[in-house]
């Protein structure tokens, strides 16, 4: 929104020169992430304009080291009595921890040296009525779709875009640029006889305009979810197999993605904690976590730590075969860095996921719900019961119950429970349907057997 | 202890006439009502864990959200830029719900106001405290909680704090600004026998300096029960599976509260007729010994302040008398367009983001029940102690909540410690399944985050103890 946008230039010179204060302030070593970007929203309901936001930001971050000793600091305010407050704010934080043995930058033999070009970044700019447009056709398609769909929480479209600059004092400077577009719609339904409601959503998210799925695509799909929701019912406590969805069956890859990230085991936070080399889930089981698709929404050509970022196998058909991780907790445990620094602006790096998938298998959704005789497709998780350390897990559920291989009727208010070790270990089948729509994607998948909790 | 400090325009760079001119800029024909919000936050951190104080942060940041109305419609802009071009282009952007720029309405002059009450006076700035001390505070937490017992391997500890200045100036001639502290000390211990490892977490906060954590040795405390936390759930055994009564202990497993009722209350799903509770005003959705209020009033309390994020004084709101559905908690806009009355709920993370109807500290008053009897009460079910997150599904009135320390009851006595569960009900169903109350109302400890729309803002909670006759619990154990 300033009109005083700077250039990338301009910021990487900011990124130098305030490693170049920080030298001087008695910091040994020092890294610094620049950000700024540009979002722009629309929110309708009911085919009227229901909010719009628009802002431009931008955000600086500092971490230095006194020696063993660190600590970081951030600020938004980038004039330069700002900045010199943010260096002696940071120098003085450091010196008053304590050392650590093995804290510093990465190898400066490490810093990544081909910065390819990822494809993460489209120049194109939607008018604000553009956008208010794209989002009414979603809705009005949802709207349209059945007379049972009688409100709605409205339709989202979202722009953004922006640039991230890295430098560091072994001389490394490295800056990309990425935008993201993404359209979601919420509809509500009414059943008639009973009266009770029921939401639910689809979203579409790319880097590219282009690619994104036709709003009215998104708009019927998610009609479609939340209409098949209608008249669901608890069903008795048992065990059963349960098929997860792609967006559930990925939420299931994010719990194992934490368990895998080298800080979680580090402090013996994790139920991964010494499975490194074993056999934990059946051969069809293979996860990647790959730096490097192009236009990937987690790719970027460099991590939070300016390392190259790269394809890691994290499990090899079945095998635990690497945890994910930046230099801290690769020299904590021994390991070398995977390129997986993470890094919010002003925040020491932490360890999180690029583009994180399972790798499909041959057997299409319809027929692994087929092989089900009486069990529990799933649609929809909620609550926070899982406990990473020892992987038990118990979250309420919404899906449909499978009876002779046919969605017989939904379900909701119930619970699935289990332990990630076991659930992990007892995956039936992988189903063919991958997609990406975040930096965590996974195939449908179906579990041997969980407890089902309902009346 | 001092008033509340003032908080000017000059702080951000602005004068009076500036936010005349762009409110000016913004007021036009359609558009009902706009805001300015000014905010400065500076965010501290330390962090211990491998008995090392190993890391330290802040952040500093500043900005102004302008938003306008229309009718149902919002037009929000933000900048981190504090420049009057800056504010001028935000106002224009603000404006654009408008159906046209013309139609210029008369402003009032700022009428310069300040909180009628301080529930968080303090003799000093809550960030006046020497790093050191923070660090020798973590120190002793991390000896108090391998004291407790030597299976504790690893503890994990951080104090962070908030220093907010805001500052609202409205259409409607309001200028009133607010300083509002933040602090929060949290453990974590992991325990580990065997190859059995086991988590514990425990922490408080409020609206308090440093002082509070030392006072009554609340540090030693918050180590300790993390600790016995960890310990207990060595020999936890497997959660039972199915439907059966629940004794809720009192304090934050108040949760329940506001995952099954709080939210569906917020006024913008009720006016938009998404909520489980639309049309239920008037209507019993809870048993007669239940009578739950939202109340932003109490002193140093983590969800307290003195004036919402719309300059709108905080109050106490009765939610639902012995049983029957009262009120909503409501922001300007929905109050405006459902023409029901103000509560000072309008809450919003920061200047980046749009004020919502909000909680602030929601409870269950308490009820004339000895705990003993309740829990003699109960054949064979579940006592809950302490809770992990909820989360809710406002239009279909689902909601759940995760135990993490809670016991077998057999025969009315409590027994053996299970395994966390998750907990799922409905809604406007859930209390009126509540049969008992006791007498022991508590508040809970001040480490409560509530997420809405991507927002996260800090709330609190409370609850005497409680017997729910049934609910379905997610074991493992069918």
Known sequence: MSGTLQTTQDLTQLAADLLARAKKQGATAADVVVADGETFSVQVRLSAVDR??????????????????????????????????????????ASAVVED??????????????????????????????????AKRAESSALAMDPRITNSEGADFNSASGRVVLGNSHGFLGDYRSSTFSLS?????TDASSGGMQRDSWYAVQRKYGKLDSPESVGQEAARRTIRRLGARKVPTTKAPVVFDQEMAGSLLGHLCSAASGYALYKGASFLVGQLGQKLAPDCVTIYDDGRIPGGLGSRPFDGEGLPTRKTTVMDRGVLASYLLDSYSGRKLGLSSTGSASRGVGESPSVGPTNFYLVPGSTSPSDIIRSVKSGLYITELIGFGVNMVTGDYSRGAAGFWIENG?????????????????????????????EFRGRIASPTIKIGEMTIAGN | MSQIQDVELAQFGFSEPDIHRALGTIKVRDVDYADLYFESRVSESVSMEEGIVKRAAKSVSQGVGVRATAGEKTGFAYSDELSTKDLALAAETARYIANSPQGAQLVPAANRARPARDLYPADRPVTDIATAERVHLLNLIDAEARRYDPRIVNVMASFNLEYKRVLVATTDGL????????????VTCIAEEKGNRQIGSFGGGGRVGFAYYQEQDRYAHYAREAARQAILNLSAVEAPAGVMPVVLAGGWPGIL?????????????????????????????ASDVCTIV????????????????????????????????????????????????????????????????RMTNTFMLAGESDPQDILRSVKRGLYAVSFGGGQV????????????????????????????????GSGPDILTKVSMVGHDLKLDEGIGTCGKDGQSVPVGVGLPTIKIDEITVGGTQG
């Open chain 1, 52 to 93: 719009l936001t628009k802002a431009r930001e931008k955000r600086l971050g500092l971490r230095v080291f006194i020696g063993k000793r660190s600590a970081t600091a951030s600020t938004s305010d980038f004039s330069g009595e700002s900045l010199d407050r943010l260096v002696s704010d940071t120098c003085a934080l």
């Open chain 1, 101 to 134: 043995r093995v804290s510093g930058l990465p190898d400066a033999s490490a810093m990544a040296k081909d910065l390819p070009d990822l494809d993460l970044y489209d120049p194109t700019s939607l008018s604000t009525d553009q956008q208010i447009e794209l």
């Open chain 1, 185 to 189: 719609v919420s509809p509500v339904a």
């Open chain 1, 406 to 434: 046919e969605l017989a009727y939904p379900v909701e208010e119930i619970t699935i429970a289990g332990n990630l070790k076991r659930m992990f270990a007892d995956i039936e089948l992988v189903g063919s349907d991958l």
């Open chain 2, 175 to 186: 200028l009133i600004g607010d300083v509002q502290p933040l602090t929060r000390l949290q």
């Open chain 2, 257 to 285: 509260l506001h995952e099954a009722i709080g939210h569906g209350l917020e006024a913008d799903f009720n006016r938009r007729k998404t909520s489980a509770f639309s049309n239920l005003l008037g209507k019993r959705v």
């Open chain 2, 294 to 357: 939202d109340d932003g009033t109490i002193p140093f309390r983590r969800g307290s302040l003195n004036m919402d994020d719309e300059g709108t004084p905080t109050s106490k709101t009765v939610l639902i008398e012995k049983g029957i559905l009262r009120g909503y908690i409501t922001d300007r806009l929905n109050a405006r367009l459902m023409g029901i009355p103000l509560t000072g709920n309008g809450r919003r993370e920061s200047f980046q983001s749009v004020p919502l109807p």
């Open chain 2, 393 to 424: 599904d406002i239009t279909n009135g689902k909601f759940v909540f995760s135990a993490s320390e809670a016991y077998l009851i057999e025969d009315g006595q409590v027994t053996r410690p299970v395994k966390g569960a998750t907990l799922i």
